[in-house]
T-cell receptor, first 113, second 115 residues
Framework: GAVVSQHPSRVICKSGTSVKIECRSLDFQATTMFWYRQFPKQSLMLMATSNEGSKATYEQGVEKDKFLINHASLTLSTLTVTSAHPEDSSFYIC?????????FGSGTRLTVV | AQKITQTQPGMFVQEKEAVTLDCTYDTSDPSYGLFWYKQPSSGEMIFLIYQGSYDQQNATEGRYSLNFQKARKSANLVISASQLGDSAMYFCAMRDVYNFNKFYFGSGTKLNVKP
């Protein structure tokens, strides 16, 4: 089946630094990638939708300048958390529509200290 | 706007018994898709089953079946013959066909299977 590779799986960074999370579709072309955020014991909240070759669309309340999304190619979408703060600590996961439905990355657990 | 409701924060089931996880949804779109995902503690999202709004029959995938009642706007997941490995979070989700295929999740149900 379709695979989305997400890296890193875990990252710890210092407050004020930036962190880049990559999602790569391995055996299919992902013209769209959805980015979610999940706090402990809560549901996945859609943050933004990235589209190859165009600007990402952000959900209401999500800061565009803080969560930079780039969809540089048909197989790669990146989420950069800029000037990270402890409240940005969360589980981030991407998802791409494929032929049969949606394929999720394995998620990135971000801890900002 | 779409809305997915899962009213059971946690459920317990005895091993080998069946369990039903509830999901109701709200949408004004005539065409939509309903999904169930399993999320173990590792965080990955595992696709379980899909039901299209126009599908005449309830979806089944192995031990998973979806009790789709369109008039009641419910899409309950039934897991038969529960196994210890079924212990996880379960999310109901709906695809917004008219909004770039966005995917909206319910709040989830934590299932614990007891030996």
């Amino acid at each position: 089946g379709a695979v989305v590779s997400q890296h890193p799986s875990r990252v710890i960074c210092k407050s004020g630094t930036s962190v880049k999370i990559e999602c790569r579709s391995l055996d299919f072309q992902a013209t769209t990638m959805f980015w979610y955020r999940q706090f402990p014991k809560q549901s996945l909240m859609l943050m933004a939708t990235s589209n190859e070759g165009s600007k990402a669309t952000y959900e209401q309340g999500v800061e565009k300048d803080k969560f930079l999304i780039n969809h540089a190619s048909l197989t790669l979408s990146t989420l950069t958390v800029t000037s990270a703060h402890p409240e940005d600590s969360s589980f981030y996961i991407c998802s791409a529509p494929d032929r049969d439905g949606y394929t999720f990355g394995s998620g990135t657990r971000l801890t900002v200290v | 706007a779409q809305k997915i409701t899962q009213t059971q924060p946690g459920m317990f089931v005895q091993e080998k018994e069946a369990v039903t996880l509830d999901c109701t949804y709200d949408t004004s779109d005539p065409s939509y898709g309903l999904f169930w995902y399993k999320q173990p503690s590792s965080g990955e999202m595992i696709f379980l089953i899909y039901q299209g709004s126009y599908d005449q029959q309830n979806a089944t995938e192995g031990r998973y079946s979806l009790n789709f009642q369109k008039a009641r706007k419910s899409a309950n997941l039934v897991i038969s013959a529960s196994q210890l490995g079924d212990s996880a979070m379960y999310f109901c989700a709906m695809r917004d066909v008219y909004n770039f295929n966005k995917f909206y999740f319910g709040s989830g149900t934590k299932l614990n299977v007891k030996p």
